[in-house]
């Protein structure tokens, strides 16, 4: 019996999920979709529920990519020629001389306040965890710089 109750309360959700969707516009004009009919609302359109789709087998995998170096290019088919990507090259890595420059002053003047509020100590800085809390702000400024400054050399590494 206990079997038999267990099976219908599990039943009816899957039953109402089947029933067909309705869009409804009520009176102050907000559209709402449900399967059950809403009081004060006109029915426009009805939605039938969509047909069970078939499992099937996975696709293979696709063949993974050619690394650009493992083949010659084909510069026939190329979309610019190469002297404006050379241009483009060239620009690109004069922007990124000039950000790797501009982090390399930050990272500089990060380690310098750095050093600064090592050496001073504050009299109410009895515990160490302070000390360690005021410092953590500059330490971290000085590990963004030094991230920045390497993703930049990757970027210049990989130019062409």
Known sequence: MRFILVSLALALPAASSLAETCKFVDKDGRTIYSNVPIKNARKIAC????????????APAPAPPVPVGARPLDTSKARVDVSTQRKRDDERR??????????????????RSLSEQESTRGGDERNYQRVLDRLKP???????????IASIKREMANLR
Do not use: G, S
């Open 47 to 58: 939605f039938q529920p969509p047909a069970p789709v078939a499992v099937e087998a996975p």
């Open 94 to 111: 004069q922007i990124l001389e000039e950000e790797l420059t501009r982090e390399e002053n930050a990272l500089a003047d990060a380690r």
């Open 138 to 148: 500059f330490q971290e400024a000085v590990e963004v710089h030094e991230k920045n």
